[in-house]
């Protein structure tokens, strides 16, 4: 009970810091201003608009036209894609560390700590709580975003999507990938701008990290459906060539002999469909492409398997909010008269934008949660159990 | 950590502070404090700059982790968590977040002691009351001065009803009229059958409301009783002539006429004489109005608390104060103090 009515009072007091910091009731504002904006999106069978303005140039027009894809499909994707995926992830995300930077540093001042840490109170439990209360800031702000989300989904759409709730602890989730940052290097510095800059280049590590493996693994991909591709031509050949040469041999007909082959010939059979060679020589050159991507890629997935993973966290809002069936009609829609993003201009062997696409969302959905959250948070864990550590230790 | 079970509200053996990193230059805080603090009274602790109190109240309140410690708090082993329970703490600059009012700090306070909130509210107003602030009890902290703030943190420092109460530095800021204030809250708390440790700069403040008191130096209690066992052997009457009077004289006939030499003040004109024993001062009276000389005043003296500081802080090898800071040579013994002696 003691824990308890220690509990709320340190979160009931995060509260009240929060309300009095202007960061706070900024981005509230900013998020009423995007959802504002959220709102005044017009999406209907016949196209989307803007304040009465279609933007018939986007590629969904045509998908919403054709009916492959409904409406509220739409406000769901602009929902998880812009609502969350660009203004909270990076936005509010970026306004979040600006705003709770200070809360260690200012925590473990001289004045404040004492006061704190003269009640029975451990101080591991101490630290959690004063952690956890950190993350308040990001919560309220995504419930607020999401809550107005829901209404205007709901009304402007017409499906009322509870699933859309699950916007906050994602994200949260995401963001508390961050604050263990902020927590760990504002207790070892008890410096505001210290913990501010150590987590901007945190989060531009793991950005990085993210966006290298992400592009590996888009290659890697294309790369693996090209040798698909063009071994299934080089079969196809291999069978047309077969016969070719079976029907020579039938109608008496003979093979050069083998110093009489072109350069590069290997056998009859390239001889009888020199086309045969030429696939031959792409699918060799694709699977020496993919040797050698494959264990800059692995190593990246090694790298990221101990690395809060903070893309795909986000991604989990998109796999829960849209059905598969549904993911599968935007990238259908998103990829028509598209070209793949990672093929070489002119490359016919490699896979269509479409195929592409609809292989690369397979592989990551493929990754499951325990990737995603498990080795997320138990990277978070880890900080967080050195920060008790250090925080119980320490002299102030 | 041992822990001694004892029945004063404070009672630490051997307690030992060294900062230092690892390979780092290391300064030896505390050597070997030992203190007893029964409950009930008012405890004073004393020193200069750098004498080791504040990080002895700390190591009390568990905000430092001491190298050694061997005692308890309130029947608690000192310096855990456990022993905090019925603790109340000023720490030396209360630093409160502004966006808060007093009331809230105090309530906040309470709440993180674990009380309930039906009691916590009653308390606050009450407490408010006490220390002169129920008129800004609602206004935010931004806005107060420095004594009110220190009064607010002694608020939020009995709000939980406490049985033991430290106050790190109590009048820091604090003006002349919120000092009697102060005082007179600290007598009311001993009146209440608290124990009340005090660690102030203010020498006057603690001879005012102490019960005992304890002088620091160096890191190691040099001193420790109530004014009396201190100065015992310090204490005399004094003797003032007026300007016109013989002081030779007057000399040659109090020692004539006691049993020890008396002192001569010339400044001040007056005569000391080194006895507390009325008694032995009627005969070297007698003796000088026989010799018709006039007496402005007879009174009893002893050294004030002030004078037992500046002796504690003096080096006798040369007569100069002692360096502020602790000793960052590790081992040597405190100047002018036996080692071991705490």
Redesign the interface.
């Known amino acids: 009970?003691?824990?308890l009515?220690?509990t709320?009072?340190?979160f009931?007091?995060a509260y009240?810091?929060l309300?009095?910091g202007k960061i706070f009731w900024i981005s509230l504002g900013l998020s009423g201003v995007v959802v504002g904006v959220f709102a005044l999106i017009g999406v209907s069978e016949t196209g989307i608009s803007i304040v009465g303005f279609d933007l018939d140039f986007l590629p969904l027009t045509y998908a919403l036209r054709s009916g492959l894809i409904t409406p509220d499909i739409v406000y769901k994707t602009i929902f998880v894609n812009l609502g969350i995926g660009l203004w909270l992830t990076w936005a509010a995300s970026i306004l979040g560390v600006v705003t709770t930077a200070g809360i260690f540093p200012t925590f473990l001042?001289?004045?404040?700590?004492?006061?704190?840490?003269?009640?029975?109170?451990?101080?591991a439990r101490l630290f959690l709580t004063k952690y956890t209360t950190g993350l308040l800031f990001m919560t309220s702000q995504v419930f607020v975003f999401t809550f107005a989300s829901f209404l205007v989904i709901g009304i402007r759409g017409g499906a009322w999507e509870p699933r859309l709730f699950l916007a906050v602890p994602i994200v949260v989730c995401f963001f508390s990938y961050l604050y263990a940052f902020l927590a760990i290097v504002g207790i070892l510095t008890r410096s505001t701008i210290a913990a501010m800059i150590a987590t901007f280049i945190a989060w531009f590590a793991l950005f990085l990290v993210n966006t290298t493996e992400s592009a590996l693994l888009a290659y890697r991909v294309n790369a693996e459906l090209t040798i698909e591709r063009v071994a299934e031509r080089v079969t196809a050949a291999e069978e047309y060539a077969g016969e070719s040469l079976a029907q020579i041999r039938d109608n008496g007909g003979e093979i050069p002999p083998r110093d009489e082959w072109p350069d590069g010939t290997t056998d009859e059979l390239e001889v009888t469909f020199p086309q045969l060679g030429e696939r031959r020589r792409a699918l060799a050159d694709a699977k020496k492409r993919l040797a050698q991507l494959t264990p800059w890629h692995d190593a990246s997935v090694l790298a990221r398997g101990v690395l809060p993973k903070t893309k795909e966290t986000i991604d989990l809002l998109r796999t829960s909010v849209l059905s598969e069936e549904d993911r599968q009609r935007v990238i259908d829609a998103g990829s028509r008269d598209q070209r793949n993003p990672v093929a070489s201009f002119g490359d016919e062997d490699a896979p269509s934008a479409g195929e592409f696409n609809t292989e690369l969302e397979a592989r990551l959905t493929q990754r499951g949660l325990w990737w995603t959250l498990g080795t997320s948070l138990s990277f978070e864990a880890a900080l967080l159990v050195f920060g008790a550590w250090r925080f119980s230790?320490r002299?102030? | 950590m041992l822990l001694i079970v004892s029945d004063a509200a404070i009672d630490i053996t051997g307690v030992e502070k060294r900062y230092g990193r690892l390979f780092g230059k290391k300064v030896d805080a505390l050597r070997g404090v030992s203190m007893r603090v029964d409950r009930g009274e008012v405890f004073g602790l004393l020193g200069p700059n750098g004498a080791g109190k504040s990080t002895l109240v700390k190591i009390l309140m568990t905000v430092v982790r001491p190298t050694k410690c061997r005692g308890s708090v309130l029947g608690q082993r000192a310096g855990t968590v456990r022993s905090l329970a019925r603790v109340g703490y000023l720490p030396e600059h209360p630093n409160f977040p502004r966006y808060l009012t007093g009331r809230q700090i105090v309530e906040y306070s309470g709440a993180l002691s674990g009380m309930p909130r039906k009691r916590r509210r009653a308390r606050v107003g009450e407490l408010l009351e006490l220390v002169g602030m129920s008129d800004w009890g609602g206004s935010k902290v931004g806005g107060y001065s420095k004594g009110m703030r220190q009064r607010v943190g002694i608020a939020q420092a009995l709000v939980h009803d406490p049985e033991l109460v430290l106050l790190d530095e109590p009048t820091d800021g604090v003006d002349p009229v919120g000092r009697r204030d102060i005082r007179d809250i600290t007598k009311r708390l001993k009146d209440e059958g608290r124990t009340v440790f005090i660690n102030s700069h203010l020498l006057s403040e603690l001879e005012a409301v102490c019960d005992r008191v304890a002088i620091m130096v160096k890191g190691r209690v040099v001193q420790q009783g109530t004014i009396d066992e201190l100065t015992e052997g310090q204490r005399g009457y004094e003797i003032e002539l007026p300007a016109t009077a013989d002081l030779d004289l007057a000399r040659s006939v109090v020692d004539a006429a006691s049993p020890e030499p008396c002192t001569l003040d010339n400044a001040r004109r007056t005569l000391v004489l080194p006895t507390e024993d009325a008694e032995v001062v009627q005969p070297a009276i007698d003796a000088l109005r026989a010799r018709r000389l006039v007496l402005r005043s007879v009174r009893p003296v002893r050294p004030s608390l002030e004078d037992l500081f500046m002796t504690a802080v003096t080096d006798p090898e040369t007569g100069r104060p002692l360096a502020p800071g602790a000793d960052r040579k590790p081992g040597q013994p405190n100047p002018g103090q036996p080692e071991g002696d705490t």
């Open positions: 009970m003691i824990a009515r220690q709320i009072a340190i009931l007091d009240r810091e309300a009095a001042s001289a004045g404040v700590i004492d006061s704190h840490l003269a009640r029975p109170m451990g101080r230790r002299d102030f």
